[in-house]
T-cell receptor, first 114, second 111 residues
Framework: GAGVSQSPSNKVTEKGKDVELRCDPI?????LYWYRQSLGQGLEFLIYFQGNSAPDKSGLPSDRFSAERTGGSVSTLTIQRTQQEDSAVYLC????????????FGQGTRLTVV | KQEVTQIPAALSVPEGENLVLNCSFT??????LQWFRQDPGKGLTSLLLIQSSQREQTSGRLNASLDKSSGRSTLYIAASQPGDSATYLCAVNTNAGKSTFGDGTTLTVKP
């Protein structure tokens, strides 16, 4: 597609429920990143996919967070047993080949855990 | 661990002024540095990407410089307009393969 697409744009969920956030990167981009932006805080790196390499999961805050990237394209970020502190904007980005190339961001998913 | 600092945190200027936003980083072993703008409630829009071997990049009224040895980058905005009002973020990509963002500078350009 023309840009990075994320869905849903907004998600309200009850504490304890699982949520899935979707990211559709720019066609042909092999690198995909997930970030979290909490209110009043900067961007926090979560996970990085590059081609067929094992993903860099070093930023995931707990084992309740996981992400997949199927077929080297679409990615899903899953948060299990959501907590109120998970409320944030989750941003996805993609780039042509990796950290050395320009990253393009989606509009984000605003997650609210009530 | 890479640390990225952006100064000032907020800036308000009258329309037409030229201005400079600053970004400093602690680890000079970088791939590149990227400047973004973020409008309220929106994602990030890429403005300029400077590779570690480059000194500056220009796009329209924007000019970004990079001094890797001193760990600094500046974003110069010429003839500012109210539409430039946004939060400006710099992101540093290191050779370790990780992107570290500053907390941003929130710019307000008054008509």
């Amino acid at each position: 597609g023309a840009g990075v697409s994320q869905s849903p744009s907004n998600k309200v969920t009850e504490k304890g429920k699982d949520v899935e956030l979707r990211c559709d990167p720019i066609s042909g981009h092999t690198a995909l990143y997930w970030y979290r932006q909490s209110l009043g805080q900067g961007l926090e790196f979560l996970i990085y996919f590059q081609g067929n390499s094992a993903p860099d999961k070093s930023g995931l805050p707990s084992d309740r967070f996981s992400a997949e990237r199927t077929g080297g394209s679409v990615s899903t970020l899953t948060i299990q047993r959501t907590q109120q502190e998970d409320s944030a904007v989750y941003l996805c980005a993609s780039s042509m080949t990796g950290w050395e190339t320009e990253a393009f961001f989606g509009q984000g998913t605003r997650l609210t855990v009530v | 661990k890479q640390e990225v600092t952006q100064i000032p945190a907020a800036l308000s200027v009258p329309e037409g002024e030229n201005l400079v936003l600053n970004c400093s980083f602690t680890d000079s072993a970088i791939y590149n540095l990227q400047w973004f703008r973020q409008d309220p409630g929106k994602g990030l829009t890429s403005l300029l990407l400077i590779q570690s071997s480059q000194r500056e990049q220009t796009s329209g009224r924007l000019n970004a410089s990079l001094d890797k040895s001193s760990g600094r980058s500046t974003l110069y905005i010429a003839a500012s307009q109210p539409g430039d009002s946004a939060t400006y973020l710099c992101a540093v990509n290191t050779n370790a393969g990780k992107s570290t963002f500053g907390d941003g500078t929130t710019l307000t350009v008054k008509p």
